[in-house]
């Protein structure tokens, strides 16, 4: 099938399928027993049919979008024959910074040395998207035996995309930071080759928003030789999602280490590790829906020092039975799990933990390492909200795409106002465009893609629309219609701190529509839904890799991949709210002034896997992270950092007041808490 853009839902859901036949059981156990119609070596021979059959794309771009092709632009060849290092290094350093798509036709580009996301000056850079056409058949291939990647006691990254503040503790040449916004890379193989023990795969560093989709990363060795096949061993990894991922060889499939910012997994396929098929020393750790085969007792998961983890509907399995062979080790002094749905296959212990010498040793559908926590008898189980996969619209006909027009330099308003109301059902940006807007965005009805090819939305802070809090305007509005509107890669960062932007929301819906938004920041502002018309019903909304916040005023089904709100405190005091919808979070992290999320009404909030940091802010006497008014909800959270909320969790019901202060809960190293399951 020829699909153009970017993919969304039928990724997953095919991905998804897969998976399922190794998915359906919901106990975590100690020893597992197969079910009668299979044997070990065929669930072995599924998961390695699985690892070939994963959809394979053919994505495209419009000529006007001007996206970076490494062969038109820069010269690769792509031929398997020829090196292409230089040319692919010349065409990341024109992108980085700028958001402009690397993109990379099908073919086999062979280098030789790392790939550095560093500007032509040799200053790291964020801000860098690389796309291939096919997953299977867009390859970046490292020469075989290749001098620098042999010697398994130095390892060497094939690419790495960095930090625009480059950390001095990774050293001022390693790219690790905190500011290594936008980084993406999108729908190719990264193969580490023959005889090279040292390579690993892609060293990724993201935060706030930031995805690997859809990639494999692999060793042709026959050994499967390799260090680490996704390494984020610099400082400050996250939060960042990391989805429909196949990693097979090397030592390490996934390595993490550091207590900040929080990473997102969903969809891994993993197998042939030699040492772990996960590593994650400090991180907090979100992962829905693994598949993990390695031989004999290597595990699949291994966590060090202060590592949490949160995994959801997971199978992990070993070649054979063999003694004392663990599928989670918990080996670190402060490191904790929470695990529901999960299935080992071969491993004699599930999982183990060392701060209480502890193993999963029953028929259980969950499983935490530390006792619940609850402040009101409640239900004995986290919620298990329903989980939909976030679905997308296609449409391959270039001829039903809208181009908004180049950037102006001034006021594109009636320009992509013009272009929405076009009647076409997809509109598209210039890659890595900057745009002004002085007045909201209608989306009309007949819109239901919005391509924003990495495009940036500003609203001047000299306007005269956006100014009155006490009459917020968005700078989309969608109001009506039916249909799925799907939102993806387009910068509508607001930072209302700003007087000019006191008003101005990130988007406001109150049509029947199920809305669809991924790779999106909107900074401080916030989606917000409000009450339909008589006798219409909100539709669904999916968010992924969304910087942003959310505002459910209104009842509303809401599911969250890789969700970071860093709002100042406004008149909601909370950065999400929650009044009677059902809100399930995959991957959290939270940061700034203000509580994280507040449930009311009989509203119920999952989130599984938060990352607490405050930062800056210093949270007062008194002030909770988490906020339950007459409602219900299962947190699974663990804090970093110097400063720490001093009620974990304020829950309300009947009247009745309780805290679960942040001294209730035992430490994950400092002033850091760990809280695997809280039930209310």
């Given at each position: ?30 020893k597992v027993k197969l079910r009668k119609d299979s044997s070990q070596a065929q669930l072995i021979d599924r998961f390695r049919h699985k690892l070939n059959s994963f959809p394979n794309e053919n994505i495209h771009y419009p000529a006007n979008a001007e996206v970076i092709d490494v062969i038109k632009d820069y010269g690769a060849h792509g031929n398997g024959v020829t090196d292409d290092t230089a040319a692919i290094q010349s065409a990341i350093s024109a992108a980085v910074g700028t958001k402009r798509i690397v993109y990379f036709p099908k073919g086999t ?382 910068d509508c960062s607001i930072f209302n701190n700003d007087p000019g932007l006191a008003g101005a929301d990130f988007m406001r819906n109150k049509s029947a529509r199920s809305i669809a938004i991924k790779r999106v920041p909107s900074g401080y502002a916030a989606y917000k839904n409000e009450k339909p018309a008589s006798g219409v019903r909100l539709g669904e909304l999916f968010v992924e890799d969304y910087s942003g916040t959310i505002r459910i005023n209104v009842p509303q089904k809401v599911w969250a991949r890789q969700f970071n709100p860093e709002n100042f ?112």
């Open positions: 099938m020829d699909r153009r853009y970017f993919l969304l839902g039928t990724s997953t859901l095919v991905f998804s399928q897969l998976l399922a036949c190794c998915a359906k059981n919901t106990q975590a156990t100690q580009y062979l280098v030789s040395n790392t790939m550095l996301a560093k500007d032509p000056k040799g200053i790291w850079r964020s801000r860098l998207i690389l796309q291939g056409q096919s997953r299977h058949k867009t390859i970046i291939k490292l020469k075989d035996n290749c001098p620098g990647f042999t010697d398994s006691k130095n390892p060497k990254d094939v690419l790495q995309t960095g930090s625009d503040n480059p950390i001095a503790q990774d050293g001022p040449q390693a790219g690790g930071g905190n500011q290594a916004f936008n980084n993406s890379v999108l729908n190719l193989t990264i193969d580490v080759g023959i005889g090279n023990a040292g390579a690993r795969g892609l060293a990724y560093l993201a935060n706030n928003q930031g995805m690997v989709e859809n990639v494999i990363i692999k060793s042709s060795d026959p050994k499967k030789l390799g260090d680490t096949g996704l390494t984020m061993n610099r400082f400050g990894p996250g939060p960042c999602l990391i989805k429909n991922v196949i990693i097979v060889g090397f030592n390490y499939g996934i390595y993490a280490i550091g207590m900040e910012y929080g990473l997102t997994f969903e969809n891994i396929a993993l197998e042939g590790q030699r040492v772990a098929g996960v590593y994650n020393n400090g991180q907090v750790m979100a992962i829905r829906k693994l598949t993990s085969y390695n031989e004999g007792t290597v595990p699949a998961i291994k966590l060090d020092g202060a590592g949490f983890l949160v995994l959801l509907e997971a199978d992990l399995i070993a070649s054979v039975n063999t003694e004392n062979s663990v599928a989670i080790d918990s080996a670190g002094d402060s490191s904790e799990f929470f695990l529901r749905n999960v299935k080992a296959y071969g491993y004699q212990v599930l999982g183990r933990t060392k701060r209480r010498n502890e193993t999963a040793n029953k028929s259980l559908k969950e499983y935490s390492s530390l006792p619940t926590k609850q402040l009101f008898p409640s239900h004995k189980e986290t919620l298990n909200l329903q989980v939909k996969e976030t679905p997308n619209y296609y449409n391959d006909n270039f001829s039903d795409w809208a181009f908004v027009g180049v950037p102006t330099g001034k006021n594109d308003t009636s320009n992509i106002q013009k272009a929405l109301n076009s009647g076409k059902p997809i509109i598209y940006f210039k890659s890595g465009g900057t745009y002004f807007i002085t007045t909201e965005l209608v989306i009309p009805a007949t819109v239901k893609k919005i391509v924003g090819m990495e495009a940036t939305i500003i609203i001047p802070s000299n306007n005269t629309n956006f100014r009155d809090k006490s009459k917020p305007k968005a700078m989309w509005e969608v109001v009506e219609g039916n249909d799925l509107l799907v939102m993806e890669a387009i405190e406004d008149g909601d005091k909370a950065k999400v709210t929650n009044n009677g919808g059902d809100l399930w979070i995959l991957g959290f992290k939270t940061e700034g002034a203000g509580s994280a999320i507040e449930t009311n009404n009989g509203g119920r909030t999952e989130v599984m896997g938060a990352e607490i940091y405050p930062s800056g802010y210093v949270p007062p006497p008194g002030k909770a992270c988490f906020i339950v008014n007459n409602s219900s909800a299962s947190f699974s959270a663990a804090s970093s950092g110097v400063n720490q909320y001093p009620v974990i969790v304020r829950q309300t019901r009947g009247g009745v007041t309780k805290n679960l202060n942040h001294n209730d809960l035992p430490s994950r190293g400092g002033p850091s808490i760990a809280m695997p399951l809280y039930l209310g």
